[in-house]
C-alpha cells in the first residue's frame, strides 16, 4: 500500500509538476508575446516621433521661405510639404512624448490659416482697386507669366494621384495656390500707371468728347491735358520700357512706355527728352519737360493711357495714384507680420 501510495503520489505530483511547467511555459509565451509587442510599440513610436520631426521640419521650411518672401513659384512649390497621413501613437501622445510636436503643429496649422485670410484679404483688395480702374482682375491673371496661366492650354484630362498636387499636405498646397493668386495679381499691377505724371499742373483738358481747341468741332481726346509751366519734369507713370522718343506728329515730341502685358502711356508735346529707345525707366524717373511742341496751344502734358493699343481714360489712375502706391509699396504677397 505504501509502496502503491508513493507510486500515486509520485505520478501525481509528476503530473502536477506537468501541468505547472506547461502553465509556466505558457505565461512565459505570453510575456515573450508581450516583449515583442513592446517592442513593436517601441519601434512604431520612434517611426511616429521621427515622421512627426520630419512632416514638422518640413512644414516650417516651407512657412519660412513663403511669409519671409526667400522662395516663390516653382521654388517654393518644390518646398510644400508632403502629406504623411495620419500615424497611429496613442500611446505616445498618452505618454506625453509627442505632447510638444502637437502643440507646435496646432501653431503651424493656425499661422496656415492666418496666412491663407491674409491672402484671401490682399487678394480681394487687389481686385477692388483694379476694378476702381475700370478694369478686370481676370485679365491681369490670365497674362500673368508662370505656371497658373490658363492661357494657351490643353491636352487630355489625366486624373492626379488620389492625395492631389503631388502628395502634397491638402491645408498647404492651398495656401501655396492662394499665395500664388496674390503675387500674380500683384505682379500684374506692376504694370499699372501709378505716379502722375507731372508735380505741378492745372487739367484743362479731359479725355473723350470735347471741342477741338482749333476750329472748335467735336472731337475725341484720347488722354488728359495738364498744363504747367515750360520745363516742368514729366516723370513715368510706371516702370517699363522706352519705345518712343522723338517727334510724332500732332504729339509733337513724344515718349511712350510700354509697361507690359499690353499697358503702355504716351506723354506727348514735351519740349525735351531725357530718354532714348530701349531705356529701361523706374516708375517716377524723370523721361523729359512739359512743352508745347507739335498740335498745341500753350505748354501742357499730353498723358494718355493705353490698353492692348486703346486709349482708356487715366483720370482714375491719376484719381487712384495714392491708393496705389500704397499698395505697391507692400511686399508682394502677405507678409510674414501680417499673417502672424
Known sequence: MIAGWLAVTTVSGANADE?????????????AAQVQALKADTAALKGSVATTAERIEARQQFLDALLTGRARGNDLA???????????????????????????????????????????????????LIGR???????????????FTR??????????????????????AELFVNWQRVEQL??????????????????????GFRYDPFHGRG?????????????????AAAAGRVVRAGPFGAYGNAVDIDHGR?????????????????DKVEMGDRIGGMGSTGRSTGT?????????????????????????????????????????
Do not use: C, W
Open 78 to 128: 518644390g518646398l510644400l510639404p508632403r502629406s504623411t497621413g495620419k500615424v497611429s501613437a496613442d500611446a505616445a501622445a498618452t505618454a506625453g512624448v509627442l505632447a510638444p510636436f502637437a502643440a507646435l503643429e496646432q501653431k503651424q496649422l493656425a499661422l496656415v490659416d492666418k496666412a491663407s485670410a491674409t491672402a484671401e484679404t490682399r487678394l480681394r483688395d487687389a481686385e477692388a
Open 300 to 340: 501742357h502734358l499730353h498723358y494718355e493711357v493705353r490698353i492692348d493699343g486703346q486709349p482708356v481714360n487715366p483720370r482714375p489712375f491719376v484719381e487712384a495714384s495714392n491708393y496705389l502706391l500704397a499698395f505697391k509699396k507692400d511686399a508682394a504677397g502677405p507678409s510674414l507680420a501680417s499673417a502672424q
Open 186 to 207: 500683384e505682379g500684374a499691377m506692376a504694370s499699372l500707371p501709378a505716379f502722375v505724371p507731372a508735380r505741378s499742373y492745372t487739367l484743362t483738358s479731359g479725355f
Open 19 to 31: 501541468a505547472s511547467d506547461r502553465k509556466t511555459e505558457a505565461e512565459l509565451a505570453r510575456m
Open 133 to 147: 480702374l475700370g478694369l478686370n482682375p481676370n485679365r491681369f491673371i490670365a497674362q500673368s507669366a508662370g505656371r
Open 262 to 278: 499690353g499697358i503702355m502711356t504716351r506723354y506727348a508735346h514735351m519740349s525735351s527728352i531725357r530718354v532714348s529707345v530701349g
Open 151 to 172: 492661357t494657351g492650354l490643353g491636352g487630355p484630362f489625366i486624373p492626379a494621384n488620389e492625395d492631389g498636387n503631388n502628395g502634397a499636405d491638402p491645408r498647404f
Open 219 to 235: 472731337a475725341q481726346h484720347a488722354g488728359l491735358d495738364l498744363a504747367g509751366s515750360h520745363g516742368e519734369p514729366i516723370m
